[in-house]
């Protein structure tokens, strides 16, 4: 009953928070209505990943097709490829797909796009469930902290900027966190829905975004491991292996024959991929050189597309990590502290432990910071923080609240609290100024170029001018209060529900444990 009621807590408290900062307007807006309008800071297509997934999905809405026509294109330009007269995003097509329902039910209502984008966080209170079930069940710390692990992932780290609008990453970590936690049942259970939805989930997060598949590699080899078991007797050891891992492997193996049938009809080859079109900016930018020349109106030399890096690079792995981790841009540490404590306990506990579930999880960490350490654009473009470290916040969120579980004595215990409550403060104050206003902040090395700040200094000013791109703000509350006061509420609120469940909630678990 507790655990139900937990859940329950954590959905209200996920949809109020979620929808509270959802970042939309009123209306359907058409392509047209995009360019220098909707495409600026603080409105809901600011960025080019946002801009393509939902034009994918009015597409498919209004098109019944995953090509968009020139007018959309030209809108989500510049992340669009081009083959045989026909315009693709290059994102692959999961998040629009996971979009539709919630466009299809909000056009009614002329709110297609605050729908569409709703249906993440959906997603987003999914994942603020399987950590609280990871840290419950697993970890076996109490109830309170275990419900602190999700509200410090959700609310004190930059996953909450990409909660409230079109972006991948919390529908790919769903099925990352539900598979580890499914991977982790099977490894008691042997139950054969339990291997069924951990390939199901591999397939189809392969729809999501194409570095799942490299992503999700630790929790298949957990997965692997737990289907054999070993058995020592006097003389013998007995190795037995659970078929059913091997036979419900037939739905991945589904998936990826649909995912190359999608490559196949829309791009000529099943292999083939959608970023690796012709690029539509490189078409126009080539026309428009030629344009020029052909008229004799070249008044200098024309600039040339920046070479492209190679996605993975060896050489690029000791910088992408120091951005990721340190850096004043895009440091996971900069933008939620309170993850230190997370970073360091870990590590502790693997030494004393030695267990596999965290083994696991360590291995999530490393996998998802070399991959993107050596991702030729580490910064993930223009962004809020982070914002492809989503799954080291989920398991470092975890080991915070392993850290303030941990019996200690009084002054300890009251240390550690106290530390905890300040870089809590800070990380969800400095996460709640990105939610509430622009996801759009340039990495230095441009910021620089254009003499524009970057971090959360560059979301202050729109801070200060009270411009945000929460839809309740500016839809229902504008006129009744400022955002800065808007802002004081729910920091506030946050603050209190981490003071009830790091210091109330343990007295109450102590009582009936007495």
Do not use: C
Not at 37 to 42: E, I, K, M, S, V
Request: hydrophobic share 50%; charged share 15%.
């Amino acid at each position: 009953m507790k655990k139900i009621l937990s859940i329950i807590f954590l959905i209200v408290i996920g949809l109020g928070f979620y929808i509270a900062t959802l970042k939309g307007i009123s209306g359907n807006p058409h392509p047209r209505d995009f360019k220098n309008n909707l495409d600026q800071a603080t409105k809901p297509f600011e960025l080019s990943p946002e801009r393509g997934r939902y034009l994918l999905t009015y597409s498919l809405a209004e098109n019944n097709s995953f090509s968009l026509n020139k007018e959309s294109a030209d809108a989500a330009y510049p992340d669009v490829g081009y083959i045989d007269g026909k315009y693709y995003i290059y994102f692959a097509p999961g998040v629009s797909i996971v979009a539709l329902p919630g466009y299809l039910l909000g056009k009614s209502f002329g709110l297609a796009q605050v729908f569409s984008y709703f249906m993440v966080s959906l997603f987003a209170i999914l994942n603020l469930i399987f950590i609280y079930l990871i840290s419950k069940n697993v970890f076996k710390i109490s109830n309170g902290f275990a419900l602190l692990s999700a509200i410090t992932f959700g609310f004190a780290t930059t996953s909450w900027s990409y909660a409230v609008t079109l972006y991948q990453h919390h529908i790919s970590l769903f099925f990352i966190l539900s598979s580890y936690y499914a991977a982790w049942k099977y490894s008691f259970s042997k139950r054969w829905y339990q291997a069924f939805y951990i390939w199901l989930s591999f397939g189809l997060s392969l729809f999501l975004d194409y570095p799942n598949a490299i992503l999700m590699l630790p929790v298949l080899i957990y997965f692997f491991l737990s289907t054999f078991s070993i058995k020592s007797f006097a003389r013998n050891v007995k190795i037995s292996f659970s078929l059913n891992a091997l036979l419900t492997s037939v739905i991945f193996f589904a998936l990826i024959f649909l995912h190359g049938y999608y490559n196949y009809v829309n791009f000529g080859s099943p292999t083939k991929l959608s970023g690796e079109l012709t690029g539509y900016k490189s078409i126009v930018e080539a026309q428009e050189k030629q344009r020029l020349t052909e008229n004799q109106k070249t008044q200098g030399p024309i600039l040339e597309n920046k070479s492209a890096l190679t996605f993975f690079s060896e050489e690029q792995l000791v910088n992408g990590a120091t951005i990721l981790s340190f850096s004043r841009d895009r440091g996971l540490f900069l933008f939620s502290p309170v993850l230190l404590i997370g970073l360091i306990y870990m590590l502790y506990f693997y030494v004393k432990k030695r267990a596999r579930e965290v083994a696991v999880l360590i291995a999530l960490i490393i996998v998802n910071l070399f991959l993107y350490s050596s991702w030729g654009d580490p910064w993930g473009g223009w962004a809020y923080g982070p914002r492809y470290m989503l799954i080291t916040m989920s398991i470092l969120s975890i080991f915070v609240a392993v850290f303030l579980a941990q019996k200690k004595n009084l002054l300890n215990n009251i240390l550690s609290k106290t530390l905890f409550l300040v870089l809590f403060g800070v990380s969800s104050a400095i996460a709640l100024l990105g939610v509430l206003t622009t996801n759009a902040v340039p990495p230095k090395v441009e910021a620089d170029y254009l003499k524009m700040n970057y971090n959360y200094l560059h979301n202050f000013i729109f801070y200060e001018r009270g411009q945000s791109s929460s839809f309740i703000f500016n839809e229902y509350l504008s006129p009744l209060i400022s955002l800065k006061n808007y802002s004081y509420l729910i920091w506030g609120l946050l603050i209190f529900i981490a003071l009830i469940l790091l210091f109330v909630m343990p007295l109450f678990e102590k009582n009936h444990e007495s």
